[in-house]
């Protein structure tokens, strides 16, 4: 059994000998953690947990009387890696902290093995499945769930998951999960949550190079991300019925897959005309919006690994968030605020509809015009299939859900970041007096 070795935080700054403006310092089976300045606690806290993890240190107890919820919490999102391996011991806190301790590990922890999973272990069926089965372990009463795959999604009408996923063996599928816990079949569905689970993506014929293939096992982050809300929202005492819809498939080439010139026609007659199929999530996010605007919920959440423009706006560390209601938008940015994550309100405005022109169909997968907002444009094609011009929707693109390659806060891969922001937008909408 290894030696746990007791991580304390110091407010004084290292001794001289361990370097200028030294984070760590350590003294037989015991590392402090200098924060000189009370407004970096939080990123200190991460950074000094990737560092000891980077130092193959497996086993830690947080010590001394320095620790808070938030930078406990700070300090495991650094203390962690794909591989495994690492014990954390809390330190002495109260109950209430030790049970929000363990939703969020409960709920992020799923997330970010299951978006660190194979291309192999994790397709369509598996992830649906593995969703359906971790959410119901947490509920057991209050939670059904219906699996639909294959050519059973093109006869009830789900085209943009059926298209996408059809030039694969394994075939496409979407989860529609109901967590109730009221015990009344006739109760309203409160929210929805729609997830993006494109479990490997290719690009199909516009196939990714190699680079930028190399990641997307990571494609699926937003349904991982939705389904670990909804997971924190239970624990966290939840009481309202929500609907979860994950659409999930693998985009990749073969005789049998969609290509560019097919037109797709939606339950609700949009016609859209493919031109990229390396925009893949934003057809099959289309049937998840649809079925969940179906239900009547009077707000509509859905998250997605959908752009590289959003990333270049706003790199990893930032997750965008889209909305024909400004308001709405920028409640949720204060929700990740109050959650210690990150996320920044980008635009989105009835004109972004109208750049997806087509000659043959409603309108086009991408935009056809330089100059015009890749993020942006992709919400604004969300926009056609929800409710009441999108007032009572949100669009999380997931710019920080993923880590390439590993940096001072995070190891490499899942991040988990979205997580809290969503469960918390669970319990605003929850909460508020019907209108």
């Known amino acids: 059994m290894p030696a746990t070795m007791k991580v304390m935080l110091c407010s004084e700054a290292a001794a001289a000998h361990w370097g200028e403006k030294a984070l760590l310092s350590f003294c037989e089976d015991e590392a402090r953690v200098h924060v000189t300045d009370v407004g970096e606690l939080l990123r200190k806290a991460q950074q000094a947990g990737r560092k000891l993890d980077a130092m193959g240190i497996k086993q830690v107890a947080l010590s001394g009387e320095g620790w808070c919820l938030e930078s406990r919490w700070a300090f495991a999102q650094g203390f962690y ?3 495994g391996g690492q014990r954390l011991e809390w330190g002495q806190t109260d109950a209430a902290e030790l049970a929000e301790l363990d939703a969020r590990t409960t709920a992020t922890y799923w997330v970010r093995e299951m978006i660190n ?10 992830l649906a499945t593995e969703a359906g089965k971790f959410i119901q372990s947490l509920a057991p009463t209050a939670v059904n769930y219906r699996i639909y795959s294959g050519e059973q999604l093109k006869d009830l009408g789900y085209v943009g998951i059926y298209e996408v996923g059809r030039g694969s063996v394994r075939p496409p599928t979407l989860l529609e999960l109901d967590f109730n816990p ?4 006739e109760a309203p569905v409160a929210a929805c949550l729609v997830g993006k689970g494109i479990t490997f993506d290719s690009g199909g ?8 293939m190399s990641v997307m096992k990571s494609d699926m982050g937003g349904a991982a991300t939705v389904t670990g809300a909804l997971a924190l929202a239970i624990r966290r005492g939840l009481d309202k019925r929500i609907k979860l819809f994950l659409c999930c498939a693998e985009n990749l080439v073969s005789g049998h897959a969609y290509k ?9 007659g949009i016609s859209v005309e493919i031109l990229n199929t390396d925009a893949e999530g934003r057809l099959v996010l289309a049937d998840g919006l649809l079925a969940a605007s179906a239900t009547g919920a009077p707000f509509i959440l859905d998250a997605a690994t959908l752009t590289g423009a959003a990333k270049m706006a706003l790199g990893r560390d930032y997750n ?8 709405l938008a920028q409640a949720t940015v204060r929700a990740a605020r109050e959650e210690c994550e990150k996320a920044w309100h980008l635009p989105l405005e009835p004109f972004h509809v109208g750049q997806l022109g087509s000659a043959f169909a409603d309108m086009a997968n991408v935009h056809g015009g330089e100059g015009m907002a890749g993020a942006s444009t992709a919400a604004a094609f969300l926009s056609r299939f929800v409710p009441d011009n999108g007032r009572s929707w949100v669009h999380m693109d997931l710019s ?8 001072d806060l995070w190891g490499s891969g899942g991040k988990g970041h979205g997580v809290r922001t969503i469960a918390a937008m669970l319990a605003r909408v929850c909460e508020a007096p019907a209108s």
């Open 81 to 83: 890696n794909a591989k």
């Open 117 to 126: 999973g194979t291309p192999e272990d994790v397709y369509p069926a598996s």
């Open 182 to 185: 009221t015990g009344n079949a």
């Open 205 to 212: 014929y516009s196939i990714k190079p190699s680079d930028g």
């Open 260 to 268: 560019l010139g097919d037109i797709l026609t939606y339950k609700n």
């Open 320 to 327: 965008a968030v889209f909305s024909m209601n400004d308001e």
């Open 400 to 407: 920080g859900s993923y880590q390439k390659s590993a940096n």
